[in-house]
């Protein structure tokens, strides 16, 4: 069962690949908001690809999603697919780690992508790592660049 947590205010399994990490088993996932038709949950399913299940933040602006894991994970790679077929925007997104329990953190990835309904609405990016020790690791999601009021979405994270 995959546990969360809203930050500012039900669990369903997890189905990973063969050698990524089961989120739902290791993990709690701290979230800013998450709209009810698309919870978190979504983020961490065996669907992938364009049209699959998502994540979609329920309110507008800058969200947050954070792995808290039980116990320190050695990390190796980090793939996230993002689809947007409605807004033309450009998001902005910066992934960081914590060692110490979540008291620092550092960055291993700031990134922008665009998306245009009537060009690329999908995007897929995987970053290989070598840290060890992990006990979060923490997306910030700005999903308009511009300030268009948007919302952030995922449709898959997964973590090896």
């Not at 399994?13 to 009810?36: F, L, M, R, Y």
């Not at 038709?37 to 998502?54: L, V, W």
């Not at 999603?65 to 947007?84: C, G, N």
Request: some cysteine.
């Amino acid at each position: 069962m995959l546990r969360k947590q809203i930050l500012k205010k039900d669990p369903t399994p997890s189905n990973p690949q063969p050698g990524e990490k089961d989120i739902g088993a290791i993990a709690t996932v701290h979230v800013t908001s998450e709209d009810k038709n698309h919870p978190i949950e979504h983020a961490f399913d065996a669907e992938r690809g364009p049209g699959a299940s998502r994540w979609v933040a329920e309110e507008l602006g800058e969200q947050r999603v954070i792995l808290a894991f039980d116990v320190p994970q050695a990390i190796r790679k980090v793939r996230l697919e993002i689809e947007e077929p409605d807004v033309s925007r450009t998001q902005e997104l910066v992934v960081t780690v914590s060692c110490d329990g979540g008291q620092s953190f550092r960055e291993l990835v700031r990134q922008e992508y665009n998306f245009s309904p009537s060009g690329t609405t999908f995007e897929v990016e995987e970053w290989s790592t070598k840290f060890e020790g992990v006990t979060h690791l923490q997306l910030f999601i700005k999903p308009d660049k511009g300030g268009r009021p948007c919302r952030a979405t995922i449709t898959s994270l997964t973590v090896q």
